[in-house]
């Protein structure tokens, strides 16, 4: 089939809102309800912010911006679109992990996501609240660590992000992420307002935006810097796919810029969410991975109307991640109608499968399988290690190479959509050259424990 012919058919988003309302429904997801709140607490509070947001606005604007103009250039999925500005090249192998990342991160992303709905029903039903708080951690670790159950709301929720994406870009991704991104404001809005009115609150605020720079160590950088490309989807093709559908006449600096805003002012308002009520009732921040499954609950428990807002909790978190979720299975799904031709139901059916499948020994090595470990993990840690600290850096590092050199610098200024010659056009392609790939690079070698090899034979360490 001639280019032509092939792109004839293909999808577009119907509107600029749409576009935008998708992109920001990929990048806010459990990122920013569950992680963010949780490392901010165990890595300090304000300063762990101010160093996420440095990485957001260095790192994370260029490189979405470049993988917005990478795909809206080419109009194609997160490998075709490498091979057809750099022909015969190995260049798209970057596209080649980013399926792969998506394959793995989808499938823990719907287990978390199935805990999430699981615990939306125990809250509707009153029997979260009926647990005595003392007894929240073992609840939670019995019902994560149970066989049948927590694959069978994973199945769910898969189920839904399929029947979503089946219907394609327009009625299917474009039309939910209309309906859901702005109830998801809503839900946020109340319970702000909620966090924040209660008695004791100001503390949590101090918490969040007075900074305490001692509590700042050299490893709190590096997962701020991990979480800023987790957190705006970035490293494996997800806003090249959605890039492909933009139309030609969106100013795609304004869309990587206003995403980038939301998903960060999304993180902080649920942080302003959660950390006054953890206050208010003297719950410890840092409790880690179980902060909103362990110890909100207790907090809920104590709170007025405290079921009506659990209930709106796990539902925010349910759907902010059902939006995200939608986003990565869009990744191989496009790339598999392109390759062998498939239909949009074939590709997302099948492919759909396929990642609940592999997330079941996710879902099962938090019990029945614990025993079973590679390289000291679990299967659950293991393969949210290999994804989310190793290929998704190494796909923006790659991205970022790619625009900032591969593809020529006339090629690099003219497709991200800034004013040509101008300065900040001149700071986007320095960025995606220079700072990025080496701020990205100290992150990966020091994830896979090579810096530290790296730093003693050089001497810089003992
Ligand atoms: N950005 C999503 C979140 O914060 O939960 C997760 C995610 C989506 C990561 C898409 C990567 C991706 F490509």
């Known amino acids: 089939m001639s280019k032509g012919l092939a792109q004839q058919g293909r999808e577009q988003w119907k509107s600029r809102t749409g576009f935008m309302l998708a992109a920001m429904g990929s990048a806010i997801g459990l990122g920013n309800i569950w992680k963010f709140p949780y490392i901010t607490g165990e890595y300090g509070g304000a300063a762990f912010i101010i160093v996420y947001l440095i990485c957001i606005a260095l790192i994370g604007i260029p490189i979405m911006l470049a993988e917005f103009a990478i795909g809206r250039n080419t109009q194609k999925d997160a490998v075709g679109s490498f091979q057809e500005l750099t022909p015969g090249k190995p260049w798209f192998i970057t596209g080649i992990f980013g399926v792969i990342s998506a394959f793995l991160i989808l499938s823990f992303y719907g287990v978390v996501a199935g805990w999430a709905l699981s615990y939306t029903t125990k809250a509707m039903s009153g029997d979260l609240l009926a647990i005595p708080p003392d007894k929240l951690g073992d609840h939670f670790g019995g019902f994560i660590g149970t066989s049948l159950g927590p694959i069978l709301w994973q199945l769910l929720f898969m189920a839904i992000v399929i029947v979503i994406v089946v219907k394609g870009i327009k009625e299917g991704i474009e039309k939910w992420n209309k309906i859901l ?119 809920f428990d104590l709170m007025p109307f405290g079921q009506f807002f659990s209930v709106l909790f796990f539902l925010l978190i349910s759907v902010a991640a059902l939006t995200s979720a939608i986003s990565i299975l869009e990744v191989p799904v496009a790339y598999f109608m392109r390759k062998f031709e498939w239909t949009r139901k074939k590709a997302t059916w099948i492919l759909g499968t396929i990642i609940f499948l592999f997330g079941i020994p996710s879902s099962l090595s938090l019990g029945a399988w614990s025993g079973f470990t590679i390289f000291g993990k679990g299967f659950f840690d293991a393969v949210d290690f290999l994804a989310s600290y190793i ?50 690079l100290i992150v990966l070698l020091s994830s896979t424990g090579l810096l530290d090899v790296i730093l003693k034979a050089i001497g810089l360490k003992g």
């Open 181 to 299: 991104m702005p109830a998801l404001g809503v839900l946020l809005l109340i319970l702000v307002v909620r966090g924040l009115t209660l008695p004791g609150s100001s503390e949590g605020v101090a918490f969040l935006f007075s900074p305490d720079f001692s509590a700042l160590t050299g490893e709190a950088i590096l997962v701020a810097l991990g979480h800023a490309f987790f957190s705006l989807s970035l490293g494996m093709g997800t806003m090249i796919t959605y890039g492909s559908y933009v139309p030609k006449n969106i100013n795609l600096p304004t869309a990587a810029t206003g995403v980038s805003l939301a998903d960060t002012g999304f993180a902080l308002v649920a942080g302003l969410a959660i950390f006054p009520a953890l206050f208010a009732f003297g719950m410890d921040p840092g409790a880690g991975p179980g902060l909103i499954f362990i110890t909100l609950p207790a907090v």
């Open 391 to 440: 290929l998704l850096p190494l796909g923006g590092l790659l991205t970022a190479l790619f625009v900032g050199w591969a593809i020529g610098k006339k090629k690099a200024e003219e497709i991200g959509g800034l004013a040509a010659g101008g300065f900040v056009n001149k700071l986007w392609i320095v960025t995606l050259r220079f700072i990025a790939p080496v701020l990205i």
